[in-house]
């Protein structure tokens, strides 16, 4: 358990995280980074009640704001070369200091250097936390949303809806401390809480797409509402079959498998796979990156002349469910 | 007046806004600068009722973010490259909508495209606000504040405590409306107002200043507790001529010029002016560099063996007030 720590102290545990050269030991105006080319940037907040609970564990909420982040570099098939640290004091010193030590920690695990930031003080408000990542882009580009073309394959990583059962879980144990537990584990209801708390940015295997794909972004808001936004960017439609939408075993035994369970996957936020459309052509190339990368992939669906998302499972024709996801913000 | 605007608007109006190639429209995962060598970054957050007033007008606290990111690049002698914001919207869209019209002003003054960033919605509390700017180093490398030497001459550019002071008057005005009339002017107290409202980042000044400083940093927090920082940083100490410290004609007549009124000035903060050290051989060249940006520069003391800030003025030495300007956060 980290000590509690005032303003200055943790400041001063910032400055031991940011130990790279370009940090200029957070003492002065501004960070260095040798940039060899094209760089990726991307700005995302984590606001307490809105994007995590009150009672997430400050470790896990530094881990999330650091893995939403460099999610948007993965989908750009970018490797993490830094960040800097937007962060509110509200005057609890044990949640600050539990909060940079797992900072410290999903930076080091994620391979991504400190570099700046501000802290500011304030009371009576929620706790606003955010986080500029920076990172290479890949030697051919960085593929975008809208590079999708009819004819394309349409695949995702990994498997959909561990996080937004996660979020439920984790809403319930918020009622009953007593469930928190459980909070650890890699079965049951504890993978899925723990893939809500601690998602994996899929960096490797972006890098390793990135060459293949004609488009890709990172599911956070919901697959179904990412691919619709992929299917706006690219000016084509997606036809999906549900029954393809990969689901983990911990999400089977938990939720099950009808057609209402598959629906509540796909249109659950918080998973942060990548989505991506590549030409059939391609598929081979596909299969060896995630080989590569330990990281499974799935064909979901086609793209199509037309526009927007069109499901369908072995029984025929789903109708979209009137909510596909998280709306919210700048992308 | 712009009209108010939900969240939608808001970020139609943030896409209009972000026109460089590189922010993609603000509709990818993430935003690409081609970066041709070093990069600077730094990120400066304002939180309402701490770095600005509830009062102050919308349009004013957008130049107000960008001015301060701006002065720090300028700090290290770095040209804008651009920004990602990262904004809160609390349910006023009057203020939204003036907030994004000054953003665009704002930016489009300092020529720093707007390339990214994130938006969150939440109710009760303080509004935080934060920029991360980016900016290509200058040829030689970006100075730190570390670089000061004994010998050294120590300059400031601009006048001193013209911020402090404007922001004592809108605390006065904030408590009567009607005051406001005056909130534009470029003399007397309207002046002084309009400096601590939208102060000018010295960005040509600081890019003409790198080559020949041996340190140099901005003075936000007041010129005093910022030469001291740069003396630590430097292992080096400052002595400085109260006297010597420049003061605007509009300064000297609302506060006059004795003593105290200058240990005000030079405790304030909100100058955004440039503080650097530079070997005596360099005095031409910072005039020239000077004259060249249309700023004037003045030399306020030099560095010696030893540490902290020793102040003197015609009457001999002057204790350093109890307060040397502000203390927070990260630089």
Redesign the interface.
């Known amino acids: 358990m980290a000590a509690a720590v005032n303003?200055s102290d943790f400041?001063a545990r910032?400055r031991a995280i940011a130990s790279d050269p370009g940090a200029?030991g957070?003492?002065?105006?501004?960070?260095?980074?040798?940039?060899?080319?094209?760089?990726?940037?991307?700005?995302?907040?984590l606001?307490e009640?809105?994007?995590y609970l009150a009672a997430d564990p400050p470790e896990d909420v530094a881990w999330k704001l650091v893995a939403v982040n460099l999610s948007?570099?993965a989908?750009?098939g970018?490797r993490p070369r830094?960040v800097?640290?937007?962060h509110?004091l509200l005057g609890d010193g044990d949640w600050d200091a539990r909060f940079a030590d797992g900072l410290g920690r999903a930076l080091e695990a994620m391979a991504a250097p400190l570099?700046?930031?501000?802290?500011?003080?304030?009371r009576?408000?929620?706790r606003?936390l955010?986080l500029?990542a920076?990172g290479d882009?890949p030697p051919g580009?960085?593929p975008?949303?809208?590079g999708a073309r009819a004819g394309d394959d349409i695949w995702v990583s990994g498997a959909i809806g561990d996080g937004g059962a996660g979020l439920t879980i984790a809403k319930r144990l918020a009622g009953d401390p007593a469930g928190l537990a459980i909070a650890r584990g890699t079965d049951g209801p504890a993978a899925l809480l723990d893939r809500y708390r601690r998602p994996t940015p899929r960096i490797a295997l972006g890098r390793a797409l990135a060459p293949h794909v004609g488009a890709m972004?990172?599911v956070s808001d919901g697959l179904l509402i990412d691919c619709k936004?992929m299917c706006a960017?690219s000016g084509a439609a997606a036809d999906l079959d549900l029954d393809r939408v990969p689901i983990s075993a911990a999400l089977l035994a938990h939720a099950g498998e009808d057609r209402s369970a598959r629906l509540a996957a796909a249109t659950a936020g918080d998973d942060y796979e990548l989505l991506f459309a590549a030409p059939a052509a391609s598929a081979h190339a596909i299969e060896a990156a995630a080989g590569g990368a330990g990281v499974p992939v799935t064909p979901i669906g086609r793209m199509r002349e037309g526009e927007g998302v069109h499901l369908s499972d072995a029984a025929g024709a789903v109708p979209l469910p009137a909510r596909l996801g998280y709306e919210?913000?700048?992308?």
Chains 1, 2 share one sequence.
Do not use: C, F, Q
């Open positions: 303003e400041i910032l200029r957070l003492a002065d105006d501004a960070a260095v980074l040798a940039a060899p080319g094209d760089l990726v940037l991307t700005h995302d907040m606001v009640g809105v994007h948007d570099l989908a750009k970018a830094g800097l640290l937007g509110s570099l700046g930031g501000d802290t500011v003080a304030y009576g408000g929620p606003v955010s500029t920076l882009a580009g960085a975008s949303r809208s972004m990172d936004r960017a919210h913000g700048v992308a």
